[in-house]
């Protein structure tokens, strides 16, 4: 189980007594308020993520390498359709863990990204072999 989800709302909590207890409904007020604003501050951020992602093509992104470059394990879905700014085309089984997600590019190079509890865990690049200019095709590396 994932710490985080209990570590905040506790957090959470142990703030608000905090502050109950040192300034009494001043204080109940206040740390009420602040953890209202972090999370609207948290929904804005989905909603302005989500919004630009809905203005792009489901699995597309610019440039497959450079997307590639980026990535880096332990980082959420969410902040990987930041990245994109676009919703991946979804490769796995709908609610089956591993989550994989494709982006693909212009030129058919793609990357496919596995996510375990929201969390990227490993991604891979797939370029098309390059047709030589005979007809043929390159050997892939």
């Known amino acids: 189980m994932n710490l985080q989800k209990i570590l ?5 909590v142990v703030l608000v007594i905090a502050a109950w207890r040192a300034y009494g409904w001043a204080g109940l007020v206040l740390a009420a308020s602040a953890i209202l604003m972090w999370v609207l501050l948290h929904f ?6 989500l919004k630009q992602a809905a203005q792009r093509p489901k699995g597309y992104v610019g440039s497959a390498v450079m ?6 394990a332990g980082v959420t879905l969410l902040h990987v359709i ?18 994989i997600y494709r982006w693909t590019d212009g030129s058919h190079s793609h990357v496919t990204c596995e996510f375990a509890g929201g969390k990227l865990k490993k991604w891979a690049l797939h370029r098309p072999a390059e047709p030589l200019e005979d007809g043929g095709s390159a050997p892939a590396p």
């Open 44 to 49: 804005t951020r989905l909603m302005h993520v």
């Open 8 to 12: 905040m709302p506790l957090l959470g």
């Open 82 to 99: 930041a990245m994109t700014r676009s919703l991946g085309e979804q490769v796995s089984p709908k609610d089956e863990q591993p989550e």
């Open 67 to 72: 997307l590639n470059a980026r990535l880096k």
